[in-house]
């Protein structure tokens, strides 16, 4: 089956000289807490904005969307109109949280950024929806990865603010839905329910890292409980002391003491294998921490 095509190209020359114009100003830049280069971000934000309908000028304006920010201050505006027209240029400077060197405080670009969402421009509500999905994808995925350890790359410092920024836009994006077209409202459902997820995720995470701690303690107690008793059972050699073992194995299936020790035996090998996936995960995340301080 082939591929359908138009008679003319969506995407002209312009869009080349577009993405060519974000490499060079993006070059050295990479994502936060990677070695991606920063062009997946851009990449990723033209590619949700044409799957949402956009057109050409809008593509182009998602490749562009943190130039401004990025280092480039008011003249990078000012090039992109000269380049590719002020269409272009407005959804860049309506995607730009500030053109100011340094940044203004991250809570106040923020919640101005938020409350601009109200008046946004149907192209500006598209590319700013593209990139906050593309990044709230990023986020969940790392998440996962990294847990609360994750937060300490964003400059609000902590998990809660930066869940509210994208909870307080997605409610935002969806008081303008009528603007975004039948795509723009199932990216702006996948966004939320990205939200949905990350939440999920945090929420538990909280809970599980006091968990954590309770469950290796456990498992070391009942490491050494089994130890002893297999010890004991063994020197023994008595029947009697099988019916007694620690934790609450069922022990029904076993017909002599060989099979029970061996079972429990088996038991124990499990227990410290968990023990070492604890470990593991908890010496993962001291380096993690030691290396960012080194930077």
């Known amino acids: 089956m082939t591929e359908p095509r138009t008679d003319t190209p969506l995407l002209t020359p312009r869009f080349i000289k577009a993405l060519e114009f974000a490499l060079t100003h993006h070059a050295t ?4 807490g990677s070695q991606v280069p920063y062009a997946a971000h851009l990449l990723g934000v033209a590619s949700l904005t ?49 053109d100011e060197v340094p940044k203004p405080p991250w809570q106040a670009r923020k919640e101005a950024y938020i409350a601009a969402v109200a008046h946004k421009a149907p192209d500006e509500i598209r590319v700013s929806l593209a990139d906050k999905l593309h990044n709230a994808r990023a986020i969940l995925t790392d998440y996962r990865r990294h ?19 994208y909870r307080e836009l997605a409610v935002a994006f969806r008081a303008r839905e ?22 999920r995720l945090a929420d538990l995470g909280g809970a599980h890292r006091g968990m954590a701690g309770d469950r290796l303690a456990r498992i070391e107690r009942t490491i050494a409980e089994t130890t002893a008793w297999i010890d004991a059972t063994q020197a023994e050699n008595g ?29 124990r090998e499990a227990l410290e294998a968990e023990r070492a996936c604890i470990l593991n995960r908890q010496t993962f995340f001291e380096a993690e921490r030691a290396s960012r301080s080194a930077d």
């Open 50 to 98: 044409l799957e949402m309908d956009g057109d050409e000028d809008e593509a182009i304006g998602a490749l562009l969307h943190d130039a401004i920010e990025d280092g480039g201050g008011p003249e990078m505006g000012s090039a992109i109109e000269a380049r590719f027209g002020e269409r272009v240029a407005r959804i860049v400077r309506a995607n730009s949280d500030t």
């Open 178 to 199: 009528n603007h975004l077209g039948p795509a723009g409202r199932s990216t702006l459902a996948e966004l939320e329910w990205t939200l949905d997820e990350l939440d």
């Open 29 to 32: 830049q990479l994502r936060k």
């Open 147 to 165: 847990g609360e350890d994750l937060w300490s790359r964003f400059k609000a410092g902590e998990g809660k603010s930066v869940r509210w920024y």
């Open 239 to 267: 029947i009697e002391r099988a019916f007694s073992a620690p934790g609450d194995w069922d022990y029904d299936n076993a017909t002599d003491l060989d099979a029970i020790v061996e079972q429990t035996r088996t038991t």
